[in-house]
């Protein structure tokens, strides 16, 4: 893949996979909530190629636009895909042009803030992995961010939509135990989108982790998910083929939002 | 797991320490219905195995097809030990090597040659290359949801491939002749081969036959085109017809592709081809450490010895039928329809309410259970130890865990 397209990858997924998972760590986060009491704020991101998101924090959570948003008091922009992906990831770069709120740029220090946060809880150390009640926000978190990345790619990565028309299509869902509150993709032409909760309708894949411990390394991709089937501790009933395919399909987003773990 | 399968998994979560996945590929739990099926077997007889927990099994998946005429068959036993007593791997091949091609060549129609292997996957891959050295071109075309073997061209995973293993790979759809001429077009003269299976066998789906002219129109247009026709006849070679299942389809391949019902579960597999294709098939290198071992080539020798003698393929559409009818009438009478699909010999039955399989994954452990091996998602095979008397136990054994299910259910 040509630099270029993976930068305009990049940043897609960390507007629309990444950076909305700023809900779940502010949710669970005293921390983070404490520094959005004072000063709730909002921000559209925008770069030349015309990528854009906007989010609206607040001390209750983050809503996330996916797109513009007149309401946002802060509108940066990016001259370039590489430019926002490079920001994000952290590298030294020169910051972007504010189109609006210059006067409020310094909330981006919050924004910084929260980013560092959100780092933290999507790459825990084993100290906090062993946490339950750590696991118990990170796998949503993380399966989630995934869940988003596959509908990005699977729209927008040429050969993600290749093997998203070629595959097994239909409603997945994954949950941590028997009475886990689920998350879910509804996979098929037409209709890419992922959402928390019992779906509406009856899934074609569920896919059943033991318990947040196993949910949490096969979310790292680090545990042999066929040995774990076999085992018992991952269970998927229905139409295997649908898990299967989107496990592959959520593997092919780390190198993406995470290219130093990928590398 | 239930205790059910308390061995099974004790020696599963010793293999796990030792080898990836424990039991990897289609045999694979997670292939079938992990916790709900046994992972390993102890012995086998006639249509019957026993799992490390005790259980015994009517199987009908039969190895997974290589079980043709039973487990454990005296005669093809009898000649694989005589051969045995001779010796199986040498330094050269032996006359049961030129006794088993003369065979393959005999049996099959448009066959003037043959060459053997071990696995289904080392004769389909070999042809797609004999394909490409005849013609000179780098295109193969292939069935969307077909299996053909773990080579990165076709391997159904994901894992270690990179996108230029399939940049000179296309797919289109089971009796879709428009998307095939389409693809024709598209790449006119680039080509080499076309790989289909004489019926379509796909997983966590029924399976289905051509329609409308579909394999004649797919012969014709490979004809004009002048693009090898290869047959990958692993699953129904020799169980549908002992000339090979374009017999039973009417078409004619230029190579055709057997493993499965060919030695009675010894390792051995085959490519038969047409005089046109003699030369190029020379030319594509072809070996393996034990492909010219002796026993299951005599094996090979016995087991197509019974099937013709016996006309084999007959009697396994024969009790394939009475599976068939029984089975679909027990849903009937439930108020289910068991849906079959298939040659009855390689038969799938699922529940045809629903699409996603979860229904049929509880009747086929409940199946298990009471002692038959049902595969929920993938095509079974009948052989010819099975009597009336084993689908009449089959068949009840099928309607109780029906039963048990719908308490279930309703």
Redesign the interface.
């Known amino acids: 893949m040509k630099p270029a397209a993976f930068h305009h990858l990049q940043t897609r997924l960390y507007l629309h996979a990444v950076f909305p998972a700023f809900d779940g760590v502010i949710k669970a986060s005293q921390e983070a909530r404490a520094l959005l009491k004072e000063q709730p704020f909002s921000v559209c991101f925008k770069t030349r190629s015309g990528l854009r998101a906007s989010y609206h924090f607040t001390e209750t959570g983050c809503d996330y636009i996916p797109g513009d948003s007149n309401q946002a008091e802060l509108e940066l922009f990016f001259f370039s895909d590489s430019h926002a992906a490079a920001t994000f990831l952290e590298q030294t770069v020169f910051p972007p042009l504010p189109l609006r709120g210059f006067g409020s740029i310094r909330k981006m220090d919050t924004f910084k803030a929260l980013s560092e946060m959100l780092k933290v809880w999507l790459k825990p150390t084993e100290g906090r992995l062993a946490e339950e009640s750590f696991r118990e926000v990170y796998v949503p978190l993380a399966l989630r961010l995934a869940l988003r990345g596959v509908c990005q790619l699977c729209s927008h990565d040429r050969s993600s939509t290749q093997l998203f028309s070629s595959g097994p299509h239909g409603l997945a869902v994954f949950q941590v135990g028997d009475n886990g509150s689920p998350v879910w993709i509804r996979f098929q032409p037409g209709e890419l989108e992922t959402g928390e909760g019992e779906p509406d309708s009856e899934p074609d894949a569920r896919v059943i982790f033991r318990d947040s411990m196993v949910a949490a390394l096969a979310t790292m991709d680090k545990v042999d998910s066929v040995a774990a089937v076999g085992l018992g501790q991952i269970e998927v009933i229905g139409q295997v083929p649908l898990a299967d395919h989107l496990n592959f399909l959520m593997e092919r987003v780390q190198p993406f939002v995470d290219p130093e773990v990928a590398a | 797991?239930s205790e059910h399968f308390g061995q099974s998994?004790s020696l599963?979560?010793r293999a796990?320490k030792v080898a990836?996945?424990?039991?990897?590929g289609h045999m694979?739990?997670?292939?079938c219905l992990?916790?709900a099926s046994p992972?390993y077997a102890v012995r086998a007889e006639g249509c019957r195995y026993w799992d490390v927990d005790g259980h015994e099994y009517i199987d009908y998946m039969c190895g997974y097809g290589p079980i043709i005429l039973g487990y454990q068959n005296a005669e093809v036993e009898e000649a694989a030990t005589k051969q045995r007593e001779l010796g199986n791997c040498f330094n050269h091949p032996t006359e049961r090597f030129i006794e088993l091609v003369e065979r393959l060549v005999s049996l099959v129609d448009f066959a003037e040659w043959g060459v053997l292997a071990k696995n289904g996957g080392d004769v389909t891959t070999w042809a797609i290359q004999v394909a490409r050295e005849h013609t000179k071109r780098k295109k193969i075309i292939r069935l969307?949801g077909s299996y053909h073997g773990v080579d990165p061209w076709c391997t159904p995973g994901?894992g270690g491939l990179i996108?230029e293993d399939r940049e000179h790979i296309h797919?289109f759809g089971w009796n879709d002749l428009l998307a095939l001429q389409g693809l024709v077009e598209r790449y006119k003269g680039q080509i080499a081969g076309l790989i289909i299976t004489p019926y379509h066998h796909p997983?966590?789906a029924d399976q289905a036959f051509a329609e409308g002219g579909f394999l004649e129109g797919v012969q014709s247009i490979c004809k004009a085109e002048g693009i090898v026709l290869i047959m990958d006849d692993i699953r129904g070679g020799f169980r549908l017809n002992i000339g090979g299942s374009h017999r039973a389809f009417g078409f004619t391949p230029d190579i055709a592709c057997f493993c499965k019902a060919m030695a009675n579960g010894y390792p051995i597999s085959a490519a038969v081809g047409c005089e046109e294709l003699r030369i190029a098939a020379s030319k594509v290198f072809l070996t393996g450490s034990y492909w010219n071992s002796a026993v299951p080539m005599a094996a090979a020798l016995k087991t197509l010895e019974i099937l013709e003698r016996d006309d084999v393929p007959q009697k396994l559409e024969t009790v394939g039928r009475r599976l068939s009818e029984g089975l679909e009438a027990i849903g009937k009478k439930h108020g289910h329809k068991i849906q079959p699909s298939g040659p009855p010999a390689i038969p799938f039955y699922r529940l045809a309410e629903e699409?996603?399989?979860?229904r049929q994954?509880q009747w086929c452990a409940e199946v298990m259970k009471r002692g038959a091996f049902f595969h929920p998602?993938h095509n079974w095979f009948v052989c010819a130890s099975h009597t009336e008397a084993d689908i009449d136990a089959t068949l009840q054994i099928a309607e109780d865990a029906l039963i048990a299910c719908k308490e279930r259910w309703d």
């Not at chain 2, 990836?20 to 990897?24: A, D, H, K, L, S």
């Open positions: 797991m998994l599963f979560e796990a990836p996945g424990g039991i990897y694979s739990p997670a292939a992990p916790g992972y969307k994901h996108e797919q997983v966590f699409t996603n399989f979860v994954q998602h």
